[in-house]
């Protein structure tokens, strides 16, 4: 064990890619307890982590969002959000929010979400007089809604990881969740606006949403095709994903005509990138999670956290502090594919619910998305809204504070998350 561990600590200090980080620690503890035998294992291991069926979802997904940010989704999307919240204070920063949320049933990635929505938003915003490092902290801390409702590549990932749960109990279990998460900003969002006097907007005829309401719809059909086929039984996931892009397809060049095949090419470029990034993640994580089956890491760790507390709410507040820890200085899906089989094995012998842990993690490494020095989606948001990222920290911080409540709901009440998918059986 002791040779996985300097490898992998001295390979992080040095700032090497976590996918060699992975590799190399598994190599290393791999070979110390086999010697050169165990190289073809890993080998298998590698081609074993991203030979799963359910992996072809992932660059569907992640071209279907893609093509509606090439579309021009986002615009439709705000000019109805816009007509729902007009008239209230703080206007622009409510539609952020929302449009967030519609989003997050089509993109499933935090990134895209903040990039997509922050290039429109974010300058609309100071220009009607918001603070700069607000629209930066806001649009940033609603984009973490879009791994947690699906469809989601995270849960996509996680199921391809772990198998002991399926992807359709986590798209179920994502959705209270990620609803709370924007309710929570939402509160948030309207009490800042009345206390700093943020803009109102005029009033939005009817005749106007309405019209802003169909233009939107087609769009805001992706989420039911996607959801609508796995929840029901009638498509599996890769069905779901590949029919949503060739819709997509259709509905941006025909229906909105502004789907050229040069955007649609840059589609593709932009997925296999991606995709490349994700699938070799998994293929290193694979080896790291061999080994650590292999030499009972997972039942050390549940050993570990049981002498602190026997309370299970204790032992999974514990964990959540391990995590937002672990995320300040690692993106979301690095640090998924590294702790997920060390934490998971361990709170299940716990006796913890293996989808409520499931949920709870994947919620609280996509918070730590906000959380530096590494925080993607607000640094990425601080340079849009061109502000320095220390301001951006500061005003995140009240969204942060909602996102604790929410971890500490999700914690005390596992029934948020097991609910939907008990009542899909």
Known sequence: MMPAIIAFVVLLLIGAPVAVVMAMSGLAGGFAMGGERMLGIIADRMFAGVSGFLLIAV??????AELMNQGGLTQKLIAFNNALFGRVRGALSHVNISVSVFFAGLTGAAITDTVAIGKIMIPEMKKQGYDAEYAAAITACSSIIGPIIPPSVVMVVYATLLRDISVIDLFAGGIIPGLLMALALLAVSFFLAWKRGYPKQAPT???VAAVAFLVALPAMIVPLIILGGILSGL?????ASGFAAVYAIAIGVIFYRNLSWQKIWHALVVTVRFSGVVFFLLATSAVLGWFVTRSGIARDAAGLITTFSDSTFL?????CGLLILIGTVMDVLPALVVV???????MIQLGVDPLHFAILMIVVLNISNVTPPVGMTLMTAARIANVPFERAIIASLPFYVAFIVVILLLVTFPSLSTWIPSLLG
Do not use: C, D, G, R
């Not at 032992?315 to 964990?319: G, K, N, T």
């Open 235 to 239: 498509t599996t996931i890769t069905e």
């Open 315 to 319: 032992q999974l507040l514990l964990v």
């Open 205 to 207: 005829p009817l005749k």
């Open 340 to 346: 997920a089989p060390v934490l998971v094995p361990a």
């Open 59 to 64: 660059p569907y997904f992640i071209f279907t």
